[in-house]
T-cell receptor
Framework: DAGVTQSPTHLIKTRGQQVTLRCSPKSGHDTVSWYQQALGQGPQFIFQYYEEEERQRGNFPDRFSGHQFPNYSSELNVNALLLGDSALYLC?????????????FGPGTRLTVT | QQPVQSPQAVILREGEDAVINCSSSKALYSVHWYRQKHGEAPVFLMI?????EQKGHDKISASFNEKKQQSSLYLTASQLSYSGTYFCTSGGSNYKLTFGKGTLLTVNP
């Protein structure tokens, strides 16, 4: 049973560039949440996708956008990268219910903005 | 509003017990506990729901006081593998999970 997978593992980008991160949920899960984790901090909720729509959003600017595909996989896009966007980006999947159900995290994508 | 965890860090010897506390200023719909080892993704430990329902691993125990909006995670007879950062999250009915800052647990031989 495949768990949550994310790609790429590591990424280095320059300020002002755009980046796309990808996530495939655990088999049987249809809900995907994205989190940003800065060094030494807990994950911060970016948004959650269910049925190909953004269901809930955290306090992140519009530079952060996402998409969910019919096969439940998801992408996180960040435009106009800032140095402060450097972080570990985690994807988590769950079945219908979101907050009341356990979330399974992928290994993350380490983004470095120079 | 981010839940508050205490202590921030704790050091144990193998076999000792520990309690990690989590409190929220907002009404909680659910509390989730996760453990994250250095360089790895958070791993689900337990969910506690209003009304007393719990879902999680058999070897982990936790409590949830809905009135006080507090939860505690109980780690007994600690093993080296218990080392890591423990996060509680406050889950609202709006599906959003808000993580605390974490409690660093170190278990030494």
């Amino acid at each position: 049973d495949a768990g949550v997978t994310q790609s790429p593992t590591h990424l280095i980008k320059t300020r002002g560039q755009q980046v796309t991160l990808r996530c495939s949920p655990k088999s049987g899960h249809d809900t995907v949440s994205w989190y940003q984790q800065a060094l030494g901090q807990g994950p911060q909720f970016i948004f959650q996708y269910y049925e190909e729509e953004e269901r809930q959003r955290g306090n992140f600017p519009d530079r952060f956008s996402g998409h969910q595909f019919p096969n439940y996989s998801s992408e996180l896009n960040v435009n106009a990268l800032l140095l402060g966007d450097s972080a570990l980006y985690l994807c988590a999947s769950s079945d219908v219910g979101g907050g009341a159900n356990e979330q399974y995290f992928g290994p993350g994508t380490r983004l470095t903005v120079t | 509003q981010q839940p508050v965890q205490s202590p921030q860090a704790v050091i144990l010897r193998e076999g000792e017990d520990a309690v990690i506390n989590c409190s929220s200023s907002k009404a909680l719909y659910s509390v989730h506990w996760y453990r994250q080892k250095h360089g790895e993704a958070p791993v689900f430990l337990m969910i506690l729901l209003k009304g007393g329902e719990q879902k999680g691993h058999d070897k982990i125990s936790a409590s949830f006081n809905e009135k006080k909006q507090q939860s505690s995670l109980y780690l007994t007879a600690s093993q080296l593998s218990y080392s890591g950062t423990y996060f509680c999250t406050s889950g609202g009915s709006n599906y959003k999970l808000t993580f605390g800052k974490g409690t660093l647990l170190t278990v030494n031989p």
